[in-house]
């Protein structure tokens, strides 16, 4: 498995400009004279990097990593009311990283079918998908856009809605008390032909893929209620085929506790 994510080095500067700027933040307490809250600029080192772990979750190494500055910051929000998005060049855009550090992971391992690049929602990128489909490895990313379907006259959302829970998995979890506790995942899946964004069909083709929802029984207390939504181009033929898809996602989380420590 190669687990890719990204992280910030934020760093206190009288003058952000000269090392680079991540965000503005809002101040706490402090507004302008239009009612709208004051911000500030964090400074720092932007880092995206490719954990390669084996399926038991054994860290094997670094297999790519890629950092940035930026020299202004725009709010996804905000370029929204501008342009948009899915029309854009992904060669123009930050999320490049994604295929950069993917191709370049996938140089070094001797059989790229035997990789699998996971990812957080930020990695639901269609060109990533392509991309992976042409240096022959595989993905396993948690989605947050609902794409087009079929022939274009569904959406993955209205496709799903309509597909049986194929089995039931029982979970160990955490509170946000960090109080023990047990989740019932209802598991449905199901292999969908995808459509790429409109303003890209003309360069991307169509892609069979599988998609996996694993939705919490219940409404849990203390905590927020399990809701994975998966898309993945490996083949899923059963319920055991998607809870070890279930697991392998889990493992994402290694990349996080890998950027803490660096930054401890």
């Known amino acids: 498995l190669v687990l890719h994510d990204t992280t910030e080095f934020t760093y206190q500067r009288e003058r952000p400009d000269l090392i680079g ?3 503005r933040i809002p101040k706490s307490n402090s507004r302008r004279l239009d009612g709208k809250p004051q911000t500030y600029t964090t400074c720092g080192i932007l880092m995206h990097s490719s954990l390669a772990v084996t399926l038991e979750g054994l860290p094997l190494g670094l297999s790519a990593v890629k950092f940035w500055t930026r020299k202004k910051f725009r709010g996804v929000a905000a370029l929204r009311r501008e342009v948009n998005l899915t029309r854009i060049p992904i060669e123009t855009k930050e999320s490049i990283r994604w295929l950069e550090n993917l191709k370049q992971s996938t140089e070094l391992f001797e059989d790229p079918s035997q990789c699998i690049h996971i990812g957080d929602r930020e ?5 990533l998908f392509c991309a992976a489909q042409e240096v022959g490895t595989h993905f396993l990313v948690r989605t947050c856009v609902n794409r087009l379907a079929g022939d274009g006259d569904h959406t993955v959302a209205t496709i ?11 979970i160990e979890v955490q509170d946000s008390k960090g109080n023990p506790d047990q989740a019932v995942l209802e598991i449905r899946y199901r292999k969908i032909r995808i459509l790429p964004p409109i303003g890209k069909q003309s360069r991307y083709p169509a892609l069979t893929l599988t998609v996996i929802h694993a939705d919490e029984r219940g409404a849990p207390k203390n905590r927020k209620k399990i809701e994975w939504k998966l898309l993945t181009d490996l083949p899923v ?3 055991g ?7 392998w996602y889990s493992l994402r989380w290694k990349i996080e506790v890998f950027h803490k420590i660096l930054k401890s």
């Open 123 to 127: 990695a639901d990128i269609y060109e």
């Open 237 to 239: 033929q059963s319920r």
């Open 160 to 170: 799903m809605d309509e597909v049986v829970v194929k089995g039931l998995h029982r």
């Open 21 to 23: 700027m991540i965000k």
């Open 241 to 247: 085929d998607a809870i070890e898809k279930l697991e």
